[in-house]
């Protein structure tokens, strides 16, 4: 493990790196200078995450060579890239959630006394060391499963600099920061820039990108296509990621609300370990009407959503749909009441990869006619819906026997949304509905939700995209620690929704405390 | 060792992005070949074929594992024959003899299984010269018989794949049904169909209690099946012991632990004689097995069960209970593996012994996992290895080798069927990339 | 981006905490109706020294009435309190031990009632003799799903040790060689078992069982085709006489039990302390916990993920392998078809109940242990139970352990899921 005074100069020459037919890396050039920040900029799917794991030694290139101070380098794994002082701040965190900070920064260094034995004290003192030193305050006993996504992160920084990385890759580190975290992880890498490291920051997010960054490379389907100044514009910065003039904003009618649909009153649920993840929370949703929640991952929306549709045990509070009181009922209850799902985990709670398209497109209301009658199921009546939706919903697929593990990401998404929304909607509640997908399958995402929205279903949308919750939300509720910090209109300024998010600020509904 | 394909869940880096026209199609080397013109309709079907068995298909693979479980097992038999190993201790003077002398071993045992299963040509002959004619579908009727409490019980542990589910409990839950068919058969007296439907349906309720034991434990207190059902398995083997102990179930006057025999009229009715044992157990068995296919493609009940076991959270956010499912699905697999101890004991054994069970439960596991977790997959796996368990018997008697090799061809050919990546190795066949629904239970680990 | 989720209970159909209250209860009722009431006249005599002893302890004899009926209303008080939720001082386990041992008091108070006196040290002897098995398979499953791979063929590992302990015992006179050769036998099946499931991605359950079945067949068919005609010099091997450790061997009591035993218990204690210390105290230990829970994570810091696990599960067939060898030239000797007789799958609960813990599992493997004994033993007394339902036990003694007492925690969150760079 060697250490270095100077920065790292970086090059990567015609890396490219396929996935059977696929090209995610096509003959890319990237040159990053010693001691600067240089942003990564591309959107789901562009290829970046796939580059870095090319450098980092957890993939192997195709072709093209990786220069190190203008010497050529192989890493055939990360322990490599480590040695050669490149450290790396992955997008889903490296951390075992059962080990504390200090076992998770020392794993694979770990100091020994004699025969193997852990010396738990030294390794406690370097964390503290290296904490105090770069000013990211962590506590070395502490277990990871049980804190906060922003200290998450920092103890993976600190892990890089641990190995005494002279290149720090960062891969999409915002996405869990509220804006002023992000402010805060900002001054962290002008800090480590200054004691001369060089940074890699990769992003899809363009302001982030132009304030942060000193050189900026675009991706876009897995080639470099463009090396813009950070003074470029939005448009000129979104164009080169997408590939055409883009819209950054969603065609809306204002909204007509109507009578109340959804009434959330006092509604709390505890964990496993009996804390209250969803706080006494209180709001109404009416139909012909998006209401946005709004927050950092981890403050309770996907409990909230779960709880809703009948997954999660209710602890207090209820819960009604057209005034009837849904509180504690079953899923099955929830769905039949004209309420629909869009879950956070598309793969996991969201589709069945073995099943047919046709399959998945009828998992809600399979026992339902025209569907069933009895016990039997009526196949053709089946297979006839699932090709009308396949085509209004413009799902790309062969044929609605395909598996739908065989389809892409934003197909799958597709599938999901032709199912919620191709029922009779009165509440659609969405959660994170747009995450990984492409530009393309967002803005019909969006559209379709729109829609939903027009024809007079109400509509409950949890997203930590703040682009996305400004775009479609016509109220904006912001939720953190399981609480309602406060509800704001859609012209609210990004820094005072970043203060809510983040527990400060003025919180307008102030929750009544309760015993945690 | 590093993988660089995705494995057998498909897991795709999650930063791709696909084509928008995508659809995965493995590049099909048969329709460009056959693109061209000028080829004839026969070319382009062998050209089909062979491609198959060169990307190595599932049936192709299956094939090739049972082909390689029985050549291991002819390994296997050839050298643990004593004198094939004295033949192979002089392999340097006399080389020939070696390799002629395990191969007569090896083939002896496999013609041996194959006349005590499919046919015996000395009883054809026979027939010509005024021989019983019955005697020449000896073989096939033991085949039959053995074969078919293979396919009630592997149907319950299929059943039980398909929704997710380990149940390799069918050893206790045939008990429960033996005892209760059984119980009827000698302790009840009633007409003359009726009797035999009544016991046959006790077999099933015997059986379903056992199995929903198992099912309710897990879905109220998330036990994993996998312990309790092996557990209730040594539970029924003793309380079998137990109960033909007792007066009000043991044959008065006989110093071995066996029941009063069963009724006259509770007996299922032969097919074809009273000579040849094959009975209207293999019909129940197969009507079992199409039953448990409509069930399974064309109701709603089905539909569940298939959707918990693909994917338990997706099906809970879309409104099914995986317990109620779980509940569902091991009393109905209890049933099953219940009507295969009814089919024994109703069938050819007649009466409670405490080792009727046999090793159809274990056997059961091996049998859904060849037959891919599929009502017709199931029927022909068993007829398989229902071949296997019959010609082993007459390999014994014929050449003494002992039945339990039949076991561990058995195990061969399950483990080979599980791991195609495996076989295509040995075979040198290429990879193909598939996820196929009922065909593989993927990999899972402890939690549903 | 996902970061480490902080999970919300998710739907469960039983509320655990009440379920064990209401189940302290219904032992302490049983303590006292069934216990207590339908006692048999007489005392209950336990003795504590073993004929040739040289000291002397007197024996205990209780009347299981009042007995029973104390320990039961102990268990019913403990019940409802536990159910109310106050007891954070206290420490649920030791409540749940306090229940079980009033439980297991007022059994063989009812069970010994005016007949021949229990042995208690036979008793606690056997228990050590039957855990043997059950520890080192437990440790085995400890040391392969702590790195990521179910070991389900725990069983047919042991079958295997058992069986190559025996022939190679019988074939060269060694025991110490028929020892190695059982461990070895274990690891061989390890290797399949790794091979198949980390190279070939099988289901890891599958996969064990058949493994299992495989090894049954095996070593039947091997049993009659060669072991049942060559008998004398392929199945007859020599125990392992029991060792006796100085001074510690004799302390009234404890001393025949912990310390006065063949060599496998010795091994035993070693592996227990061996693995403990390895899995939570090295660099080692540390390294394959955190390929079981995040391979990836792993990965990114230079650990070889594969390698570890191919050597834990190998690591682990070996120990079973000994504890397989246990069964007959720790014992009875030769060996017999099937003599594992589901033992393995006991180890594999008693490290389920054990939370995935060496000290765990063999606190569990003890109780299972007992059970087996407790069949025994109570049957050479004449307790007024059938003699099956006594061999039912330890597997009753299972389904009981693992329905109700364990709870869904926690398996190495890794457990049983192939590894695949993406």
């Known amino acids: 493990m060697s250490g270095r005074e100077v920065a790292l100069q970086l090059e990567l020459r015609g890396i490219t790196k396929r996935f059977g037919g696929l090209v995610a890396n096509d003959n890319i050039d990237l040159t990053v200078e010693p001691g600067e920040i240089h942003a990564l900029l591309g959107e789901n799917g562009a290829g ?124 999409e580190p915002t996405a869990v920061l509220t804006p002023g975290e992000t402010n805060e992880l900002f001054e962290i890498m002008r800090g480590l820039q200054a004691s001369g490291k060089s940074i890699i920051f990769i992003s899809h997010k363009l302001k982030e990108v132009q304030e942060i960054a000193d050189r900026i490379t675009v991706l876009r389907r897995g080639k470099v296509v463009g090396s813009p100044p950070p003074s470029a514009s939005d448009e000129e910065l979104a164009s080169l990621m997408v590939g055409r003039a883009v819209e950054l904003t969603v065609h809306k009618d204002p909204a007509r609300p109507g009578d109340v649909v959804l009434k959330l009153d006092g509604l709390s649920v505890k964990n496993a370990a009996g804390r209250a993840v969803v706080n006494g929370v209180s709001f109404e949703v009416r139909s012909g009407e998006i209401v946005g929640v709004a927050g950092v991952q981890g403050n309770g929306q996907t409990e909230l959503c779960k709880t809703i549709m009948g997954l999660l045990p209710v602890e207090a509070g209820s819960i009604r749909v057209h005034d009837h009181d849904l509180t504690g009922t079953s899923t099955r209850a929830v769905l039949e009441s004209g309420v629909s799902y869009i879950p956070e985990d598309r793969q996991e709670d969201g589709i069945v990869e073995a099943f047919s398209l046709a399959d998945n497109l009828v998992l809600d209301d399979y ?47 597709k599938v999901i949304v032709a199912r919620e929304l191709g029922r009779d909607v009165s509440l659609l509640v969405a959660n994170q509905p747009t995450r990984g997908l492409d530009v393309g399958s967002i803005e019909f995402v969006h559209n379709r939700i729109v829609a939903a929205r027009d024809h007079g279903a109400a509509v409950l949308i949890c997203s930590t995209e703040l682009d996305e919750i400004y775009a479609l939300a016509d109220r904006i509720i912001v939720m953190y620690e399981g609480r309602i910090a406060g509800e704001r209109p859609p012209t609210v300024s990004i820094e005072e929704l970043g203060l809510l998010m983040a527990g400060a600020g003025t919180p307008d509904s102030v929750a009544e405390a309760q015993p945690a | 060792m590093s993988h660089q394909d995705a494995g057998p869940e498909g897991n795709e880096p999650t930063t791709l992005t696909e084509p928008e026209d995508s659809a995965e199609n493995p590049p099909d080397a048969t329709k460009q070949v056959a693109a061209g013109a000028g080829h004839p309709k026969g070319a382009e079907t062998a050209l089909q074929l062979l491609n198959a068995v060169l990307e190595g298909s599932s049936a192709v693979v299956t094939f090739l594992a049972i082909v390689l479980a029985i050549v291991i097992g002819g390994l296997l038999i050839a050298f643990t024959s004593p004198t094939v190993l004295h033949a192979w201790s002089h392999l340097f003077s006399a080389p020939g003899a070696a390799f002629s002398r395990a191969w007569d071993v090896a083939s002896s045992a496999y013609s041996a ?32 018989v053995n074969a078919t409490p293979l396919i009630l019980a592997g149907l319950a542990v299929a059943l039980a794949f398909r929704a997710g589910m380990f149940n390799i409990g069918a050893t206790g ?173 109703l069938g050819t054994d007649f009466a409670l012994t405490p080792q009727i069970y046999g090793t159809y439960g274990i056997d059961a596991i091996t049998v859904a996992l060849l037959g891919r977790g599929t009502p017709f997959g199931v029927v022909l796996a068993a007829l398989l290895y229902g071949t296997l368990d019959a010609g082993s018997v007459t390999m014994q008697a014929q050449t003494q080798i002992p039945v339990d090799i039949a076991t561990v061809i058995q195990a061969l050919i399950v483990l080979f069927v599980a791991s195609p990546p495996f076989v295509r190795e040995v075979f040198h066949l290429r990879r193909r990339r598939r996820v196929e629904e009922g065909a593989q239970v993927l990999a899972k680990g402890w939690s549903a | 981006m996902t970061a480490v989720p902080v999970v919300a209970r998710e739907r469960v159909t039983f509320d655990r905490q009440r379920a064990i209250a209401g189940m302290f209860v219904m032992l302490g009722l049983v303590d006292i109706f069934v216990f207590g009431f ?67 008091v007022s059994f063989l108070c009812w069970s010994d009632a005016g007949r021949i006196p229990l042995p208690f040290v036979s008793l606690m002897q056997s228990t050590m003799l039957a855990s043997i098995p059950l520890v080192l398979g437990a440790l085995s499953g400890c040391l392969c799903e702590r790195s990521g791979v179910i070991n389900i063929a725990i069983e047919g590992q042991l079958l295997l040790g058992a069986f190559a302990g025996a022939v190679i015992a019988s074939s060269f006179g060694s025991l110490w060689l028929g020892l190695f050769s059982g461990s070895i036998a274990g690891g061989l099946l390890a290797i399949l078992l790794a091979v198949f499931a980390i190279r070939y991605m099988v289901d890891q359950i599958i996969l064990g069982v058949v493994l299992n079945v495989f090894a049954s067949g095996l070593t039947g068919y091997l049993y009659d085709q060669a072991l049942v005609p060559y ?85 682990g067939g070996l120990v079973a392998g000994i504890g397989g060898a246990s069964l007959t030239i720790g014992s009875v000797g030769s060996f017999g078809k099937d003599i594992s007789s589901g033992q393995g799958y006991i180890a594999l609960a008693a490290m389920i109940f054990g939370r995935w813990t060496p000290l765990g599992a063999t606190g569990a493997a003890l109780l299972f242990g007992f059970s087996v004994a407790c069949a025994n033993v109570l049957g050479t007394i004449g307790a007024p139970i059938p003699s099956d339902f006594l061999l039912m036990l330890p597997y009753v003694a299972t389904i009981i352990a693992v329905a109700g007492f364990v709870g869904r925690s926690r398996a190495p969150k890794a457990d049983g899921q192939p590894y695949i760079k993406s």
């Not at chain 2, 839950?173 to 068919?181: C, L, N, T």
């Not at chain 3, 994570?297 to 834990?312: C, E, K, P, Q, S």
Request: charged residues 15%; aromatic residues 8%; neutral net charge.
């Open chain 3, 231 to 315: 008998q004398n010099r392929l199945n007859s091997p020599n125990t392992f006489t029991p060792i006796k450790i100085p001074v510690l061997g004799d302390i009234p009591i404890i001393g025949p039990i912990l310390f006065d035993s063949t060599i496998f218990l010795y091994i035993a204690y070693a592996a227990v302390a061996l693995v403990h210390i390895g899995l939570f105290k090295t660099r080692w230990g540390l390294r394959v916990r955190a390929v079981g829970e995040h391979p990836t994570a792993a990965d990114t810091v230079g650990i070889r993920v594969l390698f570890t696990r191919y050597r834990n599960v190998v690591l």
């Open chain 1, 367 to 413: 026992n339902r006619a025209p569907y069933a009658s009895g016990l039997a199921l009526h196949l053709d009546e089946i297979r006839k819906s699932a090709s009308k939706l396949t085509d209004e919903y413009d799902i790309r697929a062969t044929s609605i026997d395909m598996t739908a593990g065989t389809l892409s990401g934003g197909n799958q998404q």
């Open chain 3, 38 to 104: 339908l006692a048999d006249k007489g005392d209950a005599v336990f003795t504590f020294t073993l004929t040739g002893a040289a000291v002397s302890v007197p024996n205990l004899s209780l009347a299981p009435g009042p007995v029973s009926e104390a320990l039961g209303a102990l268990s019913i008080v403990l019940g409802f309190l536990y159910a109310g939720r106050n007891l954070a001082k206290i420490p649920k386990r030791l409540v749940g031990i306090v229940v079980m041992l009033g439980f297991v």
């Open chain 2, 113 to 144: 299984m194959f006349e005590g299963a499919i046919v015996n040509p000395h009883t054809v002959s026979a027939a010509f010269h005024g021989g019983s004619i019955a005697a020449i579908f000896n073989p096939l009727s033991e085949t039959a």
């Open chain 2, 173 to 345: 839950q045939f008990i429960g049904g033996a005892m209760i068919a059984g119980w009827i058969g000698f302790a009840v007296h009633l007409p003359m169909i009726i009797h035999v439907v009544v016991a046959v349906i006790g077999g099933f309720v015997g059986g379903s209690i056992v199995g929903g034991f198992v099912g309710t434990l897990k879905a109220r207190t998330g036990a994993h099946e996998v312990i309790v059902t092996i557990m209730t398995n040594y539970v029924m083997e003793y309380l079998i012991l137990f109960l033909l102990g007792l007066a009000v179930f043991r044959a008065p006057g006989l110093p071995n632990p066996v029941s009063p025999p069963v009724a006259n009229n509770a007996m299922l009715p032969h097919l074809a004689g009273a000579t040849l044992r094959i009975n209207a157990g293999f019909l129940v068995a197969l009507a079992a097995a199409a039953g448990v296919s409509w069930f399974l493609n064309r109701t709603t009940v089905g539909f569940e069960l298939r959707t918990v076991g693909a994917n338990a959270s997706a099906a809970r956010s879309a409104g099914m209970s995986p317990e109620r499912t779980w509940i569902i699905v091991m009393v109905i697999c209890g049933g099953l593996a219940g009507l295969a101890g009814a089919s024994v004991i």
């Open chain 1, 48 to 171: 970046k995450s796939t580059l870095m794991n090319v450098l980092y030694g957890l993939l192997q290139p195709d072709a093209g060579q990786i220069l190190l101070d203008g010497k050529a380098v192989r890493f055939h794994n990360p322990g490599e890239a480590l040695a050669a002082g490149i450290g790396m701040v992955h997008q889903h965190f490296m951390l075992v959630p059962v080990f504390t900070v200090a076992e998770n920064v020392m794993l694979g260094v770990e100091p020994t006394t004699f025969l193997g034995l852990l010396d738990r004290r030294r390794a406690r003192k370097d964390v503290l060391e290296l904490s105090s030193r770069y000013g990211l305050a962590i506590d070395p006993d502490a277990l990871v499963e049980d804190l906060p996504v922003g200290i998450q992160q920092r103890v993976e920084i600190v892990k890089a600099l641990h190995r005494e990385a002279s290149m720090v890759i960062l891969d």
